[in-house]
C-alpha cells in the first residue's frame, strides 16, 4: 500500500500532528507538512494519547533547557510509553540531573575537541581506505559502501578494539536497537556475547594504564569506586549505538545531499576551506536524529499551549532546523557556507550529544578526502528512506563518482 501524506488544504490543521508518529511519513518528503505544522499548529497532538508534538526551533529550544519542568528519566522513545524501562545506572539520555551530571562530567573529558582530534589521522586513514575502493563512474551503493563501516570503525578506534572487525559490531548495535522493543533469544545471546567480550577488555586494561576508551573507563573512578559491570556496558553499548546510526546517515545523506545539489558541491571543491561549515549545514539538512522526547513533571506552558503533567513532548529536530524563524527565508535552501548556523542536529541543554566533536570530525575528515580525490557525485537511483520516527535513516543510496 502506498501511503500518501497530505500536504495539501484537506488535511486540518488539528490532524497535521497525528501525521508525524506514523513512521511511514519519514520515508517520504516530511519538509512541507513540518512548514505547516509550524505555522499552523507548532505545539499540537500527535495520534498517540499524551503525547504533544512539538515543531518550533523555540520551543525545541525552551523544552530542551529546562530538564526539571521537561524530564527524560520517564522516556527518551515514543516506543517508551509502552514499556517499562529498564534501571540502568549510567544511561545519560535517560538520566534526570543532578544525577545526569555526575556520569556526564566523568565522560565529558573524553569527547572534548582536543582529546577527539587524536582520532583525526587514523579516521583520515579509514575515510581514505574506504574511498580508495571506489571505482569511479560505477555506480556504488554508499550506505554499505561508506556509511556502515567508516562510523564503526572510527568508534572501534576510539574504544581501542580491533577496527577490522566492525562487522561484528554492526550485528551487536542492530540487536540493541531491536532490544529496545523486545528481548527475543537470539537478541539476549548476541547481547551476551558483547557483553562478554567489553567485560573481558575491561578486566584485561584495568591496571594497564592505557589512554584509549575502554582502558580510561575501566579505570575511573565514580565518587571514589570504580563503575560496576552494568555502568561500563551501559556506556559501551550507548556509545556504539549513539554514534553509529546518527553518523552514518550523516554520511549518506549528506553524500545524496551534495549529488543532488552539484552547485554546491562546487562551491566546496572550489574552496575546501568551507568544509567546516558544511558540515554544520549537513548536519542541519540531514537532521540524523529525528526526534527525542520528554515527559512534563507538572503543568506547563509550551508555545503558548498548556500541557499537563505527565503529558508528553516529541521534539522534532529536522523541523526546529527548517524553522524560518530563526534560518530565515531560504531555511529549505542547501547552503553549504551557511552561518551563523545555531542548528539543534545534536540537541540542546543538559544532554546535548555527547559525541558531537567526534561526529564533527568524522564528517570533516570525510569530506575532505572526498573531495580530495573525485570531481563530482551524482545520483544514480533514487534513495530508499527508512520508516522511523527516530532516525532518518537511509537503507541504499545509489550514487556515481567523477574522478
Ligand atoms: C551526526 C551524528 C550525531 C547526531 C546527529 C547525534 C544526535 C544526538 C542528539 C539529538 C542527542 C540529544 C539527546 C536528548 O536530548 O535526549 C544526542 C545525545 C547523545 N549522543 Fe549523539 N549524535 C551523533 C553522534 C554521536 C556520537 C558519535 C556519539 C558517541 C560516540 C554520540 C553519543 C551520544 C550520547 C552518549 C548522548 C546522550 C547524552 C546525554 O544524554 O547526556 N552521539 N545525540
Request: with cysteine; net charge negative; charged share 25%.
Amino acid at each position: 500500500m502506498t501511503v500518501s501524506f497530505g500536504t495539501d488544504a484537506s488535511v486540518s490543521p488539528g490532524s497535521l500532528g497525528a501525521l508525524v508518529t506514523d513512521p511511514e511519513f519519514w520515508a517520504g518528503d516530511p519538509y512541507p507538512t513540518l512548514a505547516r505544522l509550524r505555522r499552523e499548529a507548532p505545539v499540537c497532538r500527535s495520534a498517540v494519547p499524551g503525547l504533544w508534538v512539538v515543531s518550533r526551533y523555540r520551543d525545541v529550544v525552551a523544552v530542551s533547557r529546562d530538564p526539571a519542568t521537561f524530564c527524560s528519566s520517564r522516556g527518551v522513545l515514543p516506543m517508551d510509553m509502552e514499556r517499562d524501562l529498564p534501571e540502568v545506572p549510567g544511561a545519560l539520555l535517560y538520566v534526570d540531573p543532578p544525577e545526569h551530571g555526575r556520569y556526564r562530567r566523568l565522560v565529558n573529558p573524553l569527547f572534548s575537541t582536543a582529546r577527539v582530534r587524536r582520532l583525526e589521522g587514523t579516521s583520515r586513514a579509514r575515510a581514505r581506505a574506504l574511498l580508495a575502493a571506489i571505482t569511479p563512474g560505477e555506480t556504488v551503493d554508499v550506505v554499505s559502501a561508506l556509511a556502515v563501516p567508516y562510523p564503526l570503525q572510527v568508534i572501534a578506534d576510539l574504544l581501542g578494539i580491533p577496527a577490522d572487525e566492525w562487522p561484528r559490531y554492526a550485528v551487536w548495535t542492530d540487536h540493541m536497537v531491536a532490544a529496545a522493543s523486545g528481548v527475543t533469544p537470539d537478541t539476549a545471546r548476541v547481547l551476551a556475547e558483547m557483553s562478554d567480550f567489553f567485560l573481558a577488555l575491561v578486566a584485561a586494561r584495568r591496571d594497564g594504564g592505557g589512554d584509549d576508551l575502554v582502558s580510561t573507563l575501566a579505570q575511573a573512578r565514580l565518587d571514589g569506586a570504580p563503575l560496576g559491570d552494568g555502568e561500563l556496558m551501559m556506556f559501551f553499548g550507548q556509545l556504539l549505538v549513539a554514534g553509529n546510526e546518527t553518523t552514518r546517515n550523516l554520511i549518506s545523506g549528506g553524500l545524496v545531499a551534495l549529488a543532488e545539489h552539484p552547485d554546491e558541491w562546487s562551491r566546496l571543491a572550489a574552496d575546501p576551506g568551507v568544509v567546516p561549515r558544511a558540515v554544520e549545514e549537513l548536519l542541519r539538512w540531514t537532521s540524523p536524529v529525528i526526534s527525542f522526547m520528554r515527559t512534563a513533571t507538572r503543568p506547563a506552558l509550551v508555545g503558548g499551549v498548556e500541557v499537563g503533567a505527565g503529558d508528553r513532548l516529541l521534539l522534532l529536530y529536522p523541523s526546529a532546523n527548517r524553522d524560518e524563524a530563526v534560518f530565515g527565508p531560504d531555511a529549505e535552501r542547501l547552503d553549504v557556507g551557511r552561518h551563523p548556523n545555531p542548528h539543534v542536529a545534536f540537541g540542546y541543554g543538559e544532554h546535548v550529544c555527547l559525541g558531537a566533536a567526534l561526529a564533527r570530525l568524522e564528517a570533516r575528515v570525510f569530506l575532505e578526502e572526498l573531495l580530495g580525490r573525485f570531481r563530482l557525485l551524482e545520483p544514480a537511483g533514487k534513495p530508499e528512506r527508512r520508516a522511523s520516527e527516530v532516525i532518518a535513516g537511509i537503507r541504499r543510496a545509489p550514487l556515481r563518482f567523477v574522478a
